[in-house]
């Protein structure tokens, strides 16, 4: 068998799934633990096939905990890592979120929504865990997530997702979903040289010097790897700079300061969101994923219409980009929220109006995704 | 005048003291297992030590290497990341009963059934000793403790028949009073290839040996003495801790079987050119026994 490279350059019809492996692949991931669970399978199927191809490590674990947790380790010992799951494996991996946001341990986290809750709809779209990504995991922190509409989209989020896992040392969330992740179209990758990738940040320091916990200017520390002699400690209980545990309020607060303000106010770095004629619109339809695509075909019959209408698209979901929707929130009458769950995202648009702008919430349970007649109906109703 | 203590090349000082209780079995099993290590002449940058919650958990925050305290019950599939990521490290888990037996039992299981490259360390107090003493996994029969005030209902693992039953290549058990024996058995789990497991009985005298009336750290000692048998290849099956019976201690199993990654690297020989970026098993740092 002829070894493939790890950048599969040209042009490919393929399933979303395999479009976010072979962007795994492409950013530079080399292990992939998880745990069988539709419709996210497709991904641990592909890095099955594919790691051993590029020399990385692939291995099925006995459940969700353990894979989160064998990502965060492999971290550790300097591999770039992922695992991909679905609704009922995302809420076992909450746990060791935690952890990795704790430990500030760069991976990457993909979930292919379904339907929920509980076991719900396996084969059938949800986009209801988009709170659970924000918010899932005990305790008070920022997390970053990213969300796609293509196949294309998926493979360049997941670079991207690799890139701002290790920039911020933070676990990076992809929040696709199963109409996302079983849809086959083209997909355009590039020479690996125009693949742009962030290196990890290893200390500058000897050993004896070295704080694993001391931060740079942009509040993100250095991360010395495992078998390199820095002998550093890495706990889930609050910890000093040393990485020492600290049982003091004292200790949480800068702690736990310093991993809000790494996300916060490195926001301007991390938020990325695309519009479309927002600007003197009358209402602007704010979706993402599957949503967003969907929104399309209303979007254009309302226009046809002579309705002022713009779409507004967060790439990245998380940090929610607030500022933007507060400004534009000045100039149009309502927003228009379609999102495959009863408003999750739509209370954070509302949240970001400050009240200047109504927010009309286009609900749908899961299992399938929005009738455009709804969602036209909704522009309508927004714009008298 | 002593200057340096001994282990202070192993130990982070400025962590001392530490938090375990007078009379607890800790203390030994960490000088066993850092006196093992030393003996074993691996480079201490080559290793990781990973542990879990509790007790025992602590472990990791005292030991100069590079260390990992996870979350509870999980620090065998984080220790799973490290070795099939960098397998020239050493990767040794360090953590109690409750923590590897009761929530992360899965991981045990599994971990040892692919017989992964890995060194467990579990220490069996019979109890949640972080908590307050509640019952475990581990608990006897009858054993009173904060959760089984009328005496315990469940039946206990016996850990080596779990440990042999699911696929592990080294099993022993020694109590703390056995310090010589357990290092030079914590020795032989470092050296062994594929999945090793040493279980330490260990006295818990501020919670499990009081709600049980088993006396200070140093009478639960001298019970040991006493209840104790040495049985080396004893079927571990037939080594279950029955309340009041005698504790069978010793090298149970030390079995040859290929490891996760010598099957790994056995089933992609030759499919795929040259290994790219990782060592594979036969450029291991580390010796072994059968080599």
């Known amino acids: ?384 | 005048m002593i200057e340096r203590h001994p282990m202070d090349q192993l130990l982070r000082e400025d962590r001392i003291p530490h938090i375990w209780c007078s009379g607890c079995g800790l203390g030994t099993s960490l000088t066993a297992f850092m006196s093992a290590l030393q003996d074993t002449g691996i480079s201490l940058d080559n290793v990781s030590v990973v542990s879990g919650i509790g007790c025992t958990g602590r472990v990791a925050g005292y030991v100069k290497l590079d260390s990992f305290h996870t979350t509870h019950g999980r620090p065998i599939p984080f220790a799973v990341g490290l070795h099939l990521a960098n397998p020239s490290l050493k990767v040794v888990v360090f953590s109690g009963d409750g923590d590897l037996i009761a929530i992360g039992g899965n991981h045990f299981i599994h971990s040892a059934r692919r017989n992964l490259d890995m060194t467990i360390i579990c220490v069996n107090n019979f109890n949640y000793g972080m908590t307050g003493g509640q019952g475990g996994p581990t608990t006897p029969i009858g054993a009173k403790t904060s959760t089984t005030p009328y005496g315990n209902f469940e039946f206990p693992f016996n850990i080596p028949h779990l440990a042999a039953a699911s696929g592990a290549t080294y099993v022993a058990r020694w109590t703390a009073l056995d310090a010589r024996r357990l290092r030079k058995s914590i020795h032989e789990a470092l050296m062994k290839r594929g999945f090793s497991v040493v279980e330490i009985i260990s006295p818990c005298p501020t919670l499990f040996g009081r709600f049980n009336r088993q006396g200070t750290g140093l009478d639960i000692l001298n019970s040991y003495r006493e209840q104790t048998v040495i049985q080396h290849g004893a079927d571990p099956a037939k080594v279950g801790i029955e309340p009041g019976g005698k504790i069978i201690v010793g090298k149970f199993v030390d079995i040859e079987r290929p490891t996760f990654l010598d099957v790994v690297n056995q089933g992609l020989k030759g499919k795929f050119g040259p290994p790219v970026e990782k060592p594979r098993a036969e450029e291991l740092a580390i010796p072994s026994v059968d080599e």
Request: aromatic fraction near 6%; glycine fraction near 10%; charge should be negative.
């Open chain 1, 1 to 384: 068998m002829e070894s493939k490279g790890a950048v599969l350059t040209g042009e490919h019809f393929i399933s979303g799934n395999e479009a976010c492996a072979e962007g795994a692949l492409a950013a530079g991931c080399r292990f992939f633990a998880g745990y069988p669970i539709t419709p996210s399978t497709e991904v641990a199927e592909h890095m099955a096939e594919r790691l051993p191809e590029v020399g990385g490590t692939f291995i099925q674990m006995e459940d969700e905990l353990a894979s989160m947790n064998a990502i965060l380790g492999a971290a550790w010992a300097g591999a770039k890592t992922m695992s991909a799951t679905s609704g009922p494996g995302f809420s076992l991996m909450m746990e060791n979120l935690g952890l990795g946001i704790m430990t500030e341990t760069p991976c990457v986290l993909v979930n292919i929504q379904r339907g929920g809750p509980s076991t719900g709809l396996p084969t059938l779209v949800g986009q209801g865990d988009m709170m659970q990504a924000r918010w899932g995991s005990h305790g008070p922190y920022e997390i970053i997530a990213l969300s796609p509409s293509s196949p294309q989209e998926i493979f360049d989020l997941t670079i991207k997702a690799f890139n701002l896992s290790e920039q911020f040392r933070i676990p990076v969330l992809i929040m696709s979903d199963e109409v996302v992740g079983h849809m086959t179209e083209k997909v355009i990758i590039p020479p690996a040289d125009d693949i742009k990738l962030t290196p990890r940040r290893t200390p500058k320091v000897s050993p004896e010097k070295y704080l694993p916990y001391d931060p740079d200017e942009d509040l993100v520390p250095a991360m010395a790897l495992a078998g390199q002699g820095y002998k550093m400690h890495v706990t889930g209980l609050t910890h000093d700079r040393k990485g020492y545990p600290v049982i003091t309020e004292e200790a949480q607060i800068e702690l736990v300061q310093r991993l809000i303000d790494k996300i916060r106010k490195n926001r301007d770095k991390i938020i990325e969101y695309h519009e479309d004629q927002c600007e003197g619109a009358d209402v602007i339809v704010c979706s993402y994923g599957i949503s967003a695509r969907t929104s399309l075909l209303p979007i254009q019959l309302a226009r046809e219409e002579g309705l002022k209408v713009g779409l507004f698209k967060p790439i990245v979901v998380w940090p929610f980009p607030e500022e933007r929707i507060g400004q534009l929130a000045a100039g149009v009458k309502a927003f228009v929220v379609p999102e495959i769950n009863y408003g999750q995202i739509s209370l954070e648009v509302e949240r970001c109006a400050h009240g200047k702008a109504e927010v009309i919430q286009v609900p749908h349970a899961g299992g399938g995704i929005h009738d455009p007649a709804k969602v036209l109906e909704a522009i309508r109703r927004a714009a008298k």
